[in-house]
């Protein structure tokens, strides 16, 4: 099919605080001690302030990182058989585009470019040319500020014409992906963050000619924390680690 404008009807297609002295009981003095545990008479080992703080670590690192992602979108398209030109959607998602479109293909019919994949969404339906957006996709669901996983397929038109740029967006969170005509149908992973609700949004920004870029296999995951945050949690720790070798310094010199 590589450089037909289109056989189809288309017109052109924290840290945590652990705190005391270490080894030592009896008539010790508080100064220097932010917590005074001279009251207690009774020594409670730097070993075990710090196992507690370990345990807290832990704690933040099981609830920063969940055993497992809930997965809260997901659609292969496959439910429609292929092909439905100027698709209106599914239960998953709706057409958001008019005057643009998208359209449903694969699964064996006449565009199926990518065999083996069952039905996909062709980006830029079979509307005309000349739209803003040439097609959208918008998830019926809206989800809250917060980390996400999303993964889906995406491929090139696969039939010569120019590249596409597709805009995935979720309330905040927003990038573009170019795909030229003959990339393949690959897998895109994104951990997002949004900071405000909103719906999961595939756009193709065009050109708008009928033909777009092909998307399958979107799925949409509870996320865990950028990078950065996981940076931000080992520098708080390796601060608890400080804090608790001053403490047992300062308890030596008091001792
Ligand atoms: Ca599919
Ligand atoms: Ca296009």
Redesign the pocket.
């Known amino acids: 099919m590589t450089g037909v404008a289109k056989s189809r009807n288309k017109a052109g297609d924290p840290p945590v605080g652990g705190s005391g002295r270490s080894g030592f009981a009896g008539t010790e003095r508080s100064e220097g001690c932010p917590l005074n545990i001279s009251s207690e008479k009774k020594a409670f080992p730097l070993r075990n302030w710090t196992l507690l703080a370990g345990a807290g670590a832990l704690a933040l690192l099981s609830a920063a990182a969940p055993a497992s992602a809930a997965i809260l979108l997901s659609d292969n398209f496959d439910a429609t058989a292929a092909d439905v030109l100027n698709w209106s959607g599914d239960t998953t998602f709706t057409s958001t585009s008019a005057p643009g479109s998208v359209d449903l293909i694969g699964a064996g019919g006449a565009f199926d470019f990518y065999p083996g994949n069952g039905s996909y969404v062709d ?2 339906g079979s509307t005309g040319g000349g739209h803003d957006p ?1 097609g959208e996709l918008t998830s019926n669901a809206t989800f809250g500020p917060g980390n996400y996983t999303l993964t889906f397929l995406l491929g090139g ?1 696969h039939r010569g ?2 590249a ?1 740029t597709t805009q995935v967006s979720l309330g905040s969170f927003s990038t573009t992906l170019v795909r030229n005509s003959g990339d393949p149908l690959s897998t895109v992973t994104l951990h997002l963050t949004t900071t405000t609700s909103g719906q999961l949004r595939f756009t ?1 920004q ?8 092909i998307l399958d296999n979107v799925i949409l995951s509870t996320g865990v924390p950028e990078p950065t945050s996981w940076a931000l949690m080992l520098i708080g720790f390796g601060g608890l680690g400080a804090m608790l070798r001053t403490r047992r310094a300062r308890g030596m010199a008091a001792a």
Request: aromatic share 0%.
């Open positions: 980006l830029d040439a038109n014409a120019p596409d193709e065009g050109p708008s000619d009928n033909i777009g870029s």
